[in-house]
């Protein structure tokens, strides 16, 4: 993408800069971080890469094959190409309230599935998420508010997953996680990268997270990117405030 910018207009507030001139180019496989404090922007800037948000200006391209795809573009010649190939998990996800943690990952695949096959990949996903294979069956026929606020987070992880996207953004997926978990999750992020060449971009103010996970990170600050580079070299560009709100050790 370049030149992305997107600003909002309020009365209290005047413009909002929320996404203020970015340029960024993310590779084929790769584990990409954006990190900042809230309200740097980062939600905004994945909107706009998975086509939900229209930017202000600038240019966002998603290879497809052999093609650059315009994600500026509406519809079935535009981004409507690439949406099938994305998936997104967002900072205020939601799962079907009246289906089971089955019904609500088979129906993200909606494909004609046999039943033991469908089941089958559910348990995998729930795997890869970091519940061992006699809980995820146990869970697979309870509603989500039988789960708790960490076991739903990590069911729309999931439901993400089963649908095997080329692309994966994942917005704060670790916010309600605890620290083994996060690992499970770390480990299964780097065995899809490896396994199924997925690309991810991981938009977190959890630097530990992003320092375990990812190949490179961008430090996000007032809708701008201050700096790319190995999440090692972005940890030393932080400032006190940021250490304080993004890191749990120094
Ligand atoms: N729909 C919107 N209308 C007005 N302002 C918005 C809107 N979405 C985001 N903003 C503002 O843009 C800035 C960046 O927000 P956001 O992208 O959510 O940041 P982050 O995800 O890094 O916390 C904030 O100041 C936020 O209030
Ligand atoms: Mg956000």
């Known amino acids: 993408m370049d030149g992305v910018k997107k600003h909002y207009y309020s009365i209290e507030r005047g413009v909002v800069k929320a996404v203020d001139g970015i340029d960024l180019e993310i590779g084929e496989s790769e584990i990409f971080g954006i990190v900042g404090l809230s309200g740097a922007g980062k939600t905004t800037l994945s909107r706009i890469l ?21 994600m500026t573009q509406k519809g079935p010649f ?74 739903r987070h990590r069911v729309a992880l999931a439901q993400v997953l089963i649908k095997e996207p080329n692309i994966i953004i994942l917005d704060e997926p670790t916010g309600t996680m605890d620290p083994i978990t996060r690992v499970q999750v770390t480990d299964s ?17 959890d630097m530990d997270f992003v320092l375990d996970v990812c190949d490179r990170a961008a430090l996000m600050r007032g809708g701008k990117i201050l700096k790319i580079g190995d999440p090692v070299e972005i940890v030393e560009d932080l400032t006190p405030k940021e250490k304080e709100k993004m890191l749990t050790e120094e």
Do not use: C
């Not at 998975?50 to 315009?70: A, C, F, Q, R």
């Not at 997925?198 to 103010?205: A, P």
């Open 50 to 70: 998975y086509g939900l948000t229209e930017p202000s200006n600038g240019n966002i391209e998603v290879k497809l094959g052999e093609n650059w795809i315009d």
């Open 189 to 205: 992020i780097q065995r899809a990268r490896d396994e199924l060449n997925q690309t991810f971009v991981i938009i977190s103010h």
């Open 78 to 151: 535009g981004r409507g190409r690439v949406i099938p190939y994305l998936g997104i998990l967002h900072q205020e996800y939601s799962l079907y309230p009246h289906r089971n943690v089955l019904g609500n990952l088979t129906e993200a695949i909606s494909l004609e599935l046999p039943a033991e096959f469908a089941k089958m990949k559910a348990i995998y996903v729930l795997k890869a998420v970091g519940f061992d294979e006699e809980y995820a069956n146990s869970l697979l026929t309870k509603y989500p508010d039988e789960l708790s606020g960490g076991e």
